[in-house]
T-cell receptor, first 113, second 118 residues
Framework: DVKVTQSSRYLVKRTGEKVFLECVQDMDHENMFWYRQDPGLGLRLIYFSYDVKMKEKGDIPEGYSVSREKKERFSLILESASTNQTSMYLC????????????FGPGTRLTVL | AQKVTQAQTEISVVEKEDVTLDCVYETRDTTYYLFWYKQPPSGELVFLIRRNSFDEQNEISGRYSWNFQKSTSSFNFTITASQVVDSAVYFCALSEGGTQGGSEKLVFGKGTKLTVNP
């Protein structure tokens, strides 16, 4: 079975802290994605990566950066966390191709105080 | 721009009722794919079905069925004889071809929260 894991289910951080959210997949997928999910807004794409060291901005990249040093790992970084980044963060991965479904991790609920 | 609209924010039904979740999309692409995902209370999105733009056959899988109509740009999802375990948020999504080789994105609707009461 495809497995996408995220480092934490729940995380509480202080305003101004640097936050790392880690995502690992074990299916050798080229594509990896970070979304945030907020009530009434659905899933919004933050960043995605289609190869090691390659990244592309999604719809809401402001305040975030990403790192992909290895194929199986995709990190989301909040350089200076703010309260408006309190949200559910979902990681996903897929093979290349418009027809391929994305496989999702369980999500990290981040609270910034 | 590509867009997916799920007009129903929340639906509540009683067990054994049939329920249809609506999905309307907009795209200029001639080749595209539509997806449905389920997000149970545990949080992890689960893939349910994929449909390509050239295949308008309806699909049935157990109690689930999907109706794809290009003429109305809709891809609706029906659950027959709903059960409490069907309670979840359901997302419709549209694939968008990427500008880089191998890069593709999904455009999601805002989701429909389905509650099935015993």
């Amino acid at each position: 079975d495809v497995k996408v894991t995220q480092s934490s289910r729940y995380l509480v951080k202080r305003t101004g802290e640097k936050v790392f959210l880690e995502c690992v997949q074990d299916m050798d997928h080229e594509n990896m994605f970070w979304y945030r999910q907020d009530p009434g807004l659905g899933l919004r794409l933050i960043y995605f990566s289609y190869d090691v060291k390659m990244k592309e901005k999604g719809d809401i990249p402001e305040g975030y950066s990403v790192s992909r040093e290895k194929k199986e790992r995709f990190s989301l970084i909040l350089e200076s966390a703010s309260t408006n980044q309190t949200s559910m963060y979902l990681c996903a991965s897929s093979f290349p191709g418009q027809y391929n479904e994305q496989f999702f991790g369980p999500g990290t609920r981040l609270t910034v105080l | 721009a590509q867009k997916v609209t799920q007009a129903q924010t929340e639906i509540s039904v009683v067990e054994k009722e049939d329920v249809t979740l609506d999905c309307v999309y907009e795209t200029r692409d001639t080749t595209y794919y539509l997806f449905w995902y389920k997000q149970p209370p545990s949080g992890e999105l689960v893939f349910l079905i994929r449909r390509n733009s050239f295949d308008e056959q309806n699909e049935i899988s157990g109690r689930y069925s999907w109706n794809f109509q290009k003429s109305t740009s809709s891809f609706n999802f029906t659950i027959t004889a709903s059960q409490v375990v069907d309670s979840a948020v359901y997302f419709c999504a549209l694939s968008e071809g990427g500008t880089q080789g191998g890069s593709e994105k999904l455009v999601f609707g805002k989701g429909t929260k389905l509650t099935v009461n015993p």
